[in-house]
T-cell receptor, first 111, second 114 residues
């Protein structure tokens, strides 16, 4: 069955550094992958989408890569700020218009 | 500002009760979803609907049913609530056009079944 793996341990970094979060998937080949941000007690909010034929996508301080050979996506936040502290969810598609979500990685950016 | 709203933020019910969770979206989206989110398990899809009166089972439909009588409203029903249905329930919607559209989530309903 499809399996999505994100690092369950929190990632602690210093303000101004680049945060890199990893998403690995097994047993299938998604056509695209989305990343969401979730704050405590709130619903996830969409950040970026990357398709299987795209190696990299950028939006302001965010960058996502998609390596279909390694079956991995990396999510980068450059010049991180305390306001970036949240849980980040990886969500490859499964079938038409459905997503399967990873358990998320909690990012903590300290001043 | 686009919105997905859920009827309650917090709900406490007793075992055996019938529970209704309501979700409304104002974006004229065709697709709507119900997830539950539990620590260590992430978001798991319960049911989704791609049109009025249409529904499809997700990964964990047991113990749940859904209703979509109007395009903007998608209801999740727990026929006989059990303690293992204590969870955070999240509703989402997305446009039916295009293959890879983002999902818009509601704020969630934290349900406790005693």
């Amino acid at each position: 069955s499809q399996k999505i793996e994100q690092n369950s341990e929190a990632l602690n970094i210093q303000e101004g550094k680049t945060a890199t979060l990893t998403c690995n998937y097994t047993n299938y080949s998604p056509a695209y992958l989305q990343w969401y941000r979730q704050d405590p007690g709130r619903g996830p909010v969409f950040l970026l989408l990357i398709r299987e034929n795209e190696k990299e996508k950028r939006k302001e301080r965010l960058k996502v890569t998609f390596d279909t050979t390694l079956k991995q996506s990396l999510f980068h936040i450059t010049a991180s700020q305390p306001a970036d502290s949240a849980t980040y969810l990886c969500a490859p598609n499964t079938g038409f218009q459905k997503l399967v979500f990873g358990t998320g990685t909690r990012l903590l950016v300290s001043p | 500002d686009v919105k997905v709203t859920q009827s309650s933020r917090y709900l406490v019910k007793r075992t055996g009760e019938k529970v209704f969770l309501e979700c409304v979206q104002d974006m004229d989206h065709e697709n709507m979803f119900w997830y539950r989110q539990d620590p260590g398990l992430g978001l798991r899809l319960i049911y989704f609907s791609y049109d009025v009166k249409m529904k499809e089972k997700g990964d964990i439909p047991e113990g749940y049913s859904v209703s979509r009588e109007k395009k903007e409203r998608f209801s999740l029903i727990l026929e006989s609530a059990s303690t293992n249905q204590t969870s955070m329930y999240l509703c989402a919607s997305r446009s039916g056009t295009g293959r890879a559209g983002e999902q818009f989530f509601g704020p969630g309903t934290r349900l406790t079944v005693l």
